[in-house]
């Protein structure tokens, strides 16, 4: 599968930001998905994942509550809505794909990355 990301760029905090992750090729929905983020000097981070079907998702304790994960099989996207928007939360936003069941893992279990979009939160 191929994963283009999208939707980051420039935001005062306090702002919202909506990511979106198009994936081409084999059957989107056999695709447990993912949002990492990475800051210069620090390991890639998951942020969000979403199962399958949607109707489970998991969260970084850094993001809990301000940011949402959700994916449309019909359009073969999954998205990142980004609330309450901190400065620490500037990074390169990257969506994974997996063909395993389980949302809570490291970026290694993850086969397939799109390239990062840049999120950059001012003060």
């Known amino acids: 599968v191929q994963l283009q990301a999208s939707g980051g760029g420039l935001v005062q905090a306090g702002g919202s930001l909506r990511l979106s992750c198009a994936a081409s090729g084999r059957t989107f929905s056999s695709y447990t998905m993912g949002w990492f983020r990475q800051s210069p000097g620090k390991e890639r981070e998951l942020v969000a994942s979403i199962t399958r079907s949607g109707l489970v998702t998991f969260y970084g304790d850094s993001v809990k509550g301000r940011f949402t994960i959700s994916r449309d099989n019909t359009r073969d996207t999954v998205y990142l809505q980004m609330s309450s928007l901190k400065p620490e939360d500037t990074a390169a936003y990257y969506c994974?794909?997996?063909?395993?069941?389980?949302?809570?893992?490291?970026?290694?279990?993850?086969?397939?990355w799109g390239q990062g979009t840049l999120v950059t939160v001012s003060s």
């Open positions: 994974a794909a997996r063909d395993g069941v389980s949302i809570n893992v490291s970026a290694g279990n993850f086969e397939f």
